[in-house]
């Protein structure tokens, strides 16, 4: 039987591993250099820093993973540093090191995680201004930060984790700013409740920053990143109404995450707009069935953001699905108890949404000068112009006159915020103005790819 899985973060370590162990040595396929995903993402090999520096209390989860993983990709057919760039025709489209190839598959696990997600605002194209996704990224993967003196804005638990850990790393941190309210967290906590370690490594976070004297605030609008030539701090209005301006050599800046999901629409699964994460998702079964694609399963954030425990479960989970869908004889007890886990996470994963709602109403209101595809240098008010002009009232159409969405990251980085001014410029649901369609390649690759 010949299986695919692409991704190696928690999600596809513990599908492979499952696949292993039932006798199926999948091809496994990851476009970072080492299996370890967002979460517990490596440093090159010669790097020294500890386990405990680089993911601090997850230390020990990362360890379990990334020795998972190592054994995993010894028995596996393992790709690393290659990119899936395509699904069509019932075969994956790669391109690596060795050159292309076109991979046959009977069955194939999609676990292809999450990306930041962003609204556009004046000055967010300088040097020096970041994601927090991206923040992170620079501190755990290549152990540089991101500049010396630090500004995170934006909402979600991310925001404060990474605060955190460049404040450890040795940065000094200007301010962290938080678009929710804090009565929004409040509210939220009985659903929270439902993952108790991982609320107490918040609020450990939150304590963390305040004992150490670390400018906190909630309930704020991001009016512009300063500065002319790179970043020098953020202009915002605070939650009592008075505007502020805090200096700072490097902004990071995210509201929460969104699940990649090109490959699975490539791969011809239908989709559903999902309230919780305000984006399209795959429609699953519980068990990661793609619902419209017959052979295809899903797994981990880029199912819908659930995060790495709920990553792990339903990589493992997909994995028996498709052993048992083949007829190989899997423990029912296990998938039970993989299902008990996830409903559990998933309700942990509807309190964050509560406690950092995503700020819909900043991305509507996105001034018509503030550049929204920086791909391909296309303003809010292009986009919105496109609408009267020639009657794009949907993301496709509103894509192809504009070109919003057209460029290098195909709409993975504004593409959500585009649908939100499309949505307010037409006053209409946001739902209402469709799901922007994924092309390939899903990410550059060489033209002699091609
Ligand atoms: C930048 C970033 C940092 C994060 N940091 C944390 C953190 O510190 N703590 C935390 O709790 N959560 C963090 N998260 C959330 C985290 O994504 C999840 O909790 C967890 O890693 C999800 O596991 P996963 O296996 O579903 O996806 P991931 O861990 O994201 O793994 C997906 C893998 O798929 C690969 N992939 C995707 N598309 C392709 C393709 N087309 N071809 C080949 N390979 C592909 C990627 O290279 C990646 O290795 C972070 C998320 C992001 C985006």
């Not at 391909?376 to 070109?403: H, Q």
Request: glycine fraction near 12%; hydrophobic fraction near 45%.
């Amino acid at each position: 039987m010949s299986v695919v899985v692409i991704g190696a973060g928690p999600a596809g370590v513990r599908a492979v591993t499952a696949l292993l162990a039932h006798g199926i040595k999948p091809v496994w396929i990851d476009e970072a250099p080492r299996a370890g995903g967002q979460i517990y993402r490596r440093p090159p090999q010669n790097f020294r820093r500890s386990a405990r520096a680089l993911y601090g209390f997850e230390a020990g989860k990362a360890e379990r993973l990334h020795r998972a993983a190592d054994d995993a990709a010894a028995r596996a057919d393992y790709r690393p540093s290659t990119l899936v760039w395509d699904i069509a025709d019932g075969a994956l489209h790669v391109a690596g090191f060795a050159g292309t190839e076109a991979i046959p598959f009977e069955a194939a696990i999609l676990a292809t995680g999450a990306t930041d997600r962003i609204i556009p605002l004046p000055g967010w194209t300088l040097p020096g201004v970041y994601t927090l996704g991206g923040a992170q990224t620079a501190l755990k993967g290549q152990a540089v930060g991101i500049g010396k003196r630090c500004l995170f804005f934006g909402t979600g638990p991310l925001l404060y984790l990474i605060a955190y850990q460049y404040a450890r790393a040795g940065a000094e941190i200007a301010a962290v700013l938080d678009t929710s309210p804090a009565a929004a967290r409040r509210a939220a906590l009985p659903l929270l409740l439902a993952n108790r370690p991982m609320l107490a490594k918040g609020l450990y976070y939150l304590a963390w920053l305040r004992a150490r004297g670390v400018r906190m605030e909630s309930g704020i609008e991001p009016l512009s990143i300063l500065g002319s030539a790179t970043a020098a701090g953020l202009r915002f209005r605070d939650a009592a109404g008075n505007m502020q301006k805090i200096e700072a050599d490097a902004v990071a800046f995210g509201y929460g995450l969104r699940s990649e999901t090109q490959l699975a629409d490539l791969a011809g699964c239908r989709f559903a707009f999902d309230e919780t994460d305000r984006q399209w998702l795959s429609e699953v079964d519980m068990a990661g069935r793609a619902v419209g694609a017959r052979n295809i399963y899903l797994a981990g954030d880029g199912a819908g953001i659930a995060g790495a425990e709920a990553a792990e479960a339903a990589g493992e989970r997909a994995a028996l699905a498709l052993l048992a869908d083949r007829g190989v004889g899997v423990s029912q007890a296990r998938c039970q108890s993989l299902e008990r886990r996830l409903a559990r996470l998933r309700r942990f994963r509807a309190g964050l949404a509560a406690a950092f709602p995503f700020p819909a109403h900043l991305a509507r209101r996105i001034g018509d000068e503030t550049i929204l595809c920086r791909c391909e240098a296309v303003s809010a008010g292009t986009l919105r112009a496109s609408i009267g002009g020639i009657d794009a009232t949907e993301v496709n159409r509103a894509k192809a006159f504009s070109r919003a969405g057209m460029g290098r990251c195909q709409g993975r980085v504004c593409g959500a915020a585009a649908a939100e001014v499309l949505s307010a410029a037409l006053n209409c649901p946001i739902d209402g103005v469709g799901r922007l369609r994924s092309q390939p390649p899903v990410k550059p690759l060489p033209v002699e790819a091609l």
